[in-house]
C-alpha cells in the first residue's frame, strides 16, 4: 500500500467518511496513520465526536490490534508561518507578519500558495521520521478537495517549480511532487452508483491519469442492499395482479374475510418493486461504466443506522475485508 492515501470524491459522496474509516483500517494491528483534513470543515472531529482539531497532530482514535489513529486539520495561514520558519528563520518575524496581515496578502496574491502549503504539510509527514531512523506514521491519510479540482491541488506545486526556478520555493516543490507522482501515493475516488458520480469519478480519473498522478482505487460508497435477486425481478415484471391479491390474502394481510383490503395492497406494492428495479437496473449500468475504468473497485454499504463512530468502524472493518489496508 503507498504510504500517502490521498481521498477525494464529489460533494455528498462520503469521502469524509470513507477517509476516516480507511484511517482506521490502516491503523489495525499496531500500525499509526494521520488523517489529514485540507478543506476546514472539521468532518473529522464530527465523524470522531471529538472536540475541533487544532492546528496540530492529535491521537483520536485507536484501531483494532492497538493501532493509533491521529488527525490533522491543516490551517494555511500557520502552514505558511511553519514555511518561513523553516526556510527563512524568521522567528518572532513572521509572528509579526501574521499580526500585519501579511500572510492573508500574500495567499491572495498567489492563490496557488495556499494549496502548496497543504500538500507540503502532508508529504513532510509522510517523509517525517523519528530519531531512529523510522517513520513517524506508517500511512497519512488526506481528505482531499472534491473531484473537481482535485487534479489541479495536487498538481499546483510542478505550476509553483515551473515559476521559481531556483531557491527554497522550487526545491520545496520539487519535493513534494516527487511524492506526489511516485508509488507512495495512491489517490483514491469515492462515488455512489448514480449517473452525476459516476461520470465526474471517470473525468476526474481522466485528468489524473493526463497528469501523471496516480489513481488508486474507487470506492462505491453507501451501497443499498440487494432485496430481490434476477428471478424476483423478472417476476414483478410479469405477475398478475390477482396473484399478488391472493398471496396477500393467504398471508393473513389487508384482511382475508374482506377480500377488498388485500386489493387496496397491491398497486402500492407492485409500485414499490417496480422503483426497485428501475433502480437496480440504472445501478447496475453504473457499475458497468466503473468497470470500464479498469481500476479496483470495492463497495461500502448503506448504514441503516445511519453514520456515527461504531458505524466507522464497521466500514474500517469493511475496507479490511476488501484488502484496502
Not at 481500476?295 to 445511519?306: D, F, M, S
Not at 464497521?314 to 484496502?324: D, F, I, N, S, V
Amino acid at each position: 500500500m503507498s504510504r500517502l492515501q490521498v481521498v477525494s470524491g464529489k460533494g455528498g459522496t462520503g469521502k469524509t467518511t470513507v477517509a476516516a474509516a480507511l484511517a482506521l483500517a490502516l491503523a489495525t494491528e499496531g500500525k499509526r496513520t494521520l488523517l489529514v483534513e485540507v478543506e476546514g470543515r472539521q468532518g473529522i472531529a464530527q465523524l470522531f465526536e471529538t472536540d475541533a482539531l487544532p492546528y496540530e497532530e492529535r491521537k483520536i482514535a485507536v484501531a483494532p490490534g492497538g493501532g493509533e489513529v491521529y488527525a490533522l486539520a491543516i490551517d494555511p495561514e500557520l502552514a505558511l508561518l511553519d514555511y518561513l520558519q523553516m526556510f527563512y528563520k524568521l522567528g518572532g518575524a513572521g509572528r509579526a507578519l501574521k499580526k500585519l496581515g501579511a500572510i492573508d496578502f500574500a495567499t491572495t496574491v498567489a492563490p496557488g500558495l495556499r494549496d502548496v502549503l497543504l500538500t507540503g504539510k502532508a508529504c513532510e509527514a509522510v517523509r517525517r521520521k523519528d530519531k531512529a531512523g523510522r517513520f513517524t506514521y506508517d500511512y497519512v491519510v488526506m481528505d482531499a478537495p472534491p473531484t473537481g479540482r482535485i487534479t489541479r491541488f495536487l498538481n499546483v506545486n510542478d505550476e509553483v517549480a515551473g515559476l521559481a526556478k531556483i531557491g527554497p520555493i522550487h526545491n520545496q516543490a520539487q519535493a513534494v511532487m516527487r511524492v506526489l507522482k511516485s508509488p507512495e501515493t495512491a489517490v483514491h475516488l469515492v462515488t455512489l452508483l448514480e449517473e452525476m458520480p459516476v461520470q465526474e469519478t471517470a473525468d476526474g480519473i481522466a485528468e489524473l491519469r493526463a497528469a501523471r498522478l496516480p489513481v488508486g482505487r474507487v470506492i462505491v460508497n453507501m451501497v443499498r442492499p440487494r432485496v430481490l435477486d434476477a428471478a424476483d425481478l423478472e417476476l414483478v415484471r410479469t405477475v398478475p395482479r390477482s396473484s399478488v391479491a391472493q398471496a396477500l390474502s393467504a398471508a393473513g394481510l389487508g384482511g382475508a374475510r374482506r377480500g377488498g383490503h388485500a386489493e387496496r395492497l397491491v398497486d402500492p406494492l407492485l409500485e414499490q418493486a417496480a422503483e426497485y428495479t428501475e433502480r437496480y437496473a440504472l445501478e447496475q449500468e453504473q457499475r458497468a461504466v466503473l468497470g470500464e475504468l479498469e481500476l479496483p473497485l470495492h463497495e461500502l454499504p448503506l448504514l441503516a443506522e445511519g453514520m456515527d463512530l461504531a458505524g466507522l468502524y464497521e466500514l474500517a472493518t469493511e475496507l479490511r475485508k476488501q484488502g484496502l489496508s
